[in-house]
């Protein structure tokens, strides 16, 4: 069973900075060479925001978070993050922090979401 435990929300102005953590643990990690994150708002569908490959660090965001947010990761704590800066009201949503077998596959576990606001 993989677990996932996500941090780092909370409320932040328009223009502001978050970094969000997501810790993974499990015995079958070894079979997703890739994390992702993504987000849910209320009354929308999920949208994938960015995920990384764990072997050679490639990285893929999503067209609106691009230039704005950068994921990175480390693997010796099973550990990725998502820096988000330049935050805008859009990006107001549950993230999530999910592994894949790769980035161009689909999300198979995930935590339980981080909530991230950005209002004034």
């Known amino acids: 069973q993989v677990q996932l435990v996500e941090s780092g929300g909370g409320l932040v102005q328009p223009g502001g900075s978050l970094r969000l953590s997501c810790v993974a643990s499990?015995?079958?990690?070894?079979?997703?060479?890739?994390r992702g994150w993504f987000r849910q708002a209320p009354g929308k569908e999920r949208e994938g925001v960015s995920c990384?490959?764990?072997?050679?660090?490639?990285?893929y965001y999503e067209d609106s978070v691009k230039g704005r947010f950068t994921t990175s990761r480390d693997t010796a704590k099973n550990m990725v993050y998502l820096q988000m800066n330049s935050l805008k009201p859009e990006d107001t949503a549950v993230y999530y922090c999910?592994?894949?077998?790769?980035?161009?596959?689909?999300?198979?576990?995930w935590g339980q979401g981080t909530q991230v606001t950005v209002s004034s």
């Open positions: 999910a592994v894949l077998r790769d980035c161009y596959s689909d999300w198979e576990y």
């Open positions: 499990g015995l079958t990690l070894d079979w997703y060479n890739a």
């Open positions: 990384i490959s764990l072997s050679d660090g490639s990285t």
